[in-house]
């Protein structure tokens, strides 16, 4: 009776986390839309909940947004540069 006991125990502490994390997402999720425009967004992410099995996947996305945003800044200097180049007439 007491390994059922021990058993049900942890269980129940497993789906009381699982709870728990959806709760929290969703909270965060829904906060997003109430803050002002020009705030960062807070995305949860699973390896925010569980670091030590989702490594690899938190490396790779950091890695891909160091990408975008070496892109985007790129994209800007082109801008930029076209337009300096329109306002001394040299295109």
């Known amino acids: 009776m007491d ?4 058993v049900h125990q942890v269980e129940f502490k497993i789906q009381a986390k ?5 709760q929290e ?7 997003n ?12 992410h699973v390896w925010d ?6 490594e690899k996947e938190k490396k ?5 947004q160091k990408a ?5 800044l790129k994209g800007n200097r082109k801008k930029y540069a ?7 007439g040299r295109e």
């Open 49 to 54: 909940y569980y670091p030590e099995f989702f």
């Open 18 to 22: 699982r709870d728990f994390i959806n």
């Open 25 to 31: 997402v969703g909270y965060r999720w829904q906060s």
């Open 33 to 44: 839309f109430y803050k002002e425009k020009n705030t960062e967004f807070d995305n949860p």
């Open 68 to 72: 975008m945003e070496l892109e985007q």
């Open 60 to 64: 790779h996305s950091e890695e891909e």
């Open 82 to 88: 076209a337009e300096y180049k329109r306002r001394q």
């Open 3 to 6: 390994s059922y006991n021990r």
